[in-house]
């Protein structure tokens, strides 16, 4: 039996889940979604996901016609259909039906769509050899224009920098603010070791506050690592002796040079092992079972 796809409180087969073409969603990107993991039949901080999906929705003032609770039901149920014990789950809502005019006003109801399947965002070999990063051109969006806190549907900021990446054969990009800072990477967020404190771009200046960033932020207090947030230049990131991403797709992969500087001795650092092993763990004990 393949996949089913839950749409608007249905299920359809993954070659017959549709949306019309005048969703939306598809039309200009007009729409929230959040990335999601299960672990062990186990769905890893379910809350707090369904809480940033709600704030997104909120800021671009999309109603998404479902309680919370609804939500998070809609999400386990998708697994269960499934029957997927290990699962990625992309959580999207869109504006929905609208016709072919900007206005939102004409889309009368959210789009609600859960997709479950797995995912291998990198190969292996870069979890235990490291990743090798390029800053690109492609600025991140100011958060006066899209701010990065709304994980919208609009993803073409990232794609862009993510083409710059691979057309020059790296798997991964940072990216820079309007003012030259640190920010993140085209799907993750990015942390450095120097001196044995923990360091990641603030929030303020347009980083996503990950889901799993904020879980290795939750580690490094529970392991009385020093940690916090600092605005990063490119500099700080070459003399750093550490480096690693965090994203729900990505969970976290050492970072081993950066625009053709080593990182440290050029290998996975001992910090970000001690993450790796300590978000594994996290992993099997915080979320909603099902």
Known sequence: MGLKV??????????????S????????????????????????????????????????MLDVGMSKKALAEAVVETLKENNLKDAYIRLVVTRGQGDLGLDPRKCRKASVIIITDNIILYPEKYYKKGLSLITVATRRNIPEAVNPQIKSLNYLNNILAKIEAVHVGFEEAIMLNSDGYVIECTGDNIFIVKDGAL???PAYLGALRGITRGSVIDIARSLKIRF??????RHKLF???ECFLTGTAAEIIPVVTIDGRTIGDGS??????RFMKGFRKLTKSEGVKY
């Open 239 to 241: 003399n750093a002796d």
């Open 228 to 233: 916090s947030e600092k605005v990063l230049t």
């Open 268 to 273: 996975p650092g001992v910090m970000t092992t």
């Open 21 to 60: 073409v005048f969703d939306h969603g598809l039309l200009y990107g007009d729409g929230v979604f959040e990335g999601i993991r299960s672990y062990g039949r186990m769905v890893f901080k379910l809350d707090e996901h369904i809480d940033r999906l709600y704030e997104s929705a909120r800021s671009i």
């Open 6 to 19: 839950y749409i608007n409180g249905k299920f359809y087969e993954k070659s017959k889940a549709m949306i």
């Open 199 to 201: 360091f990641t771009p």
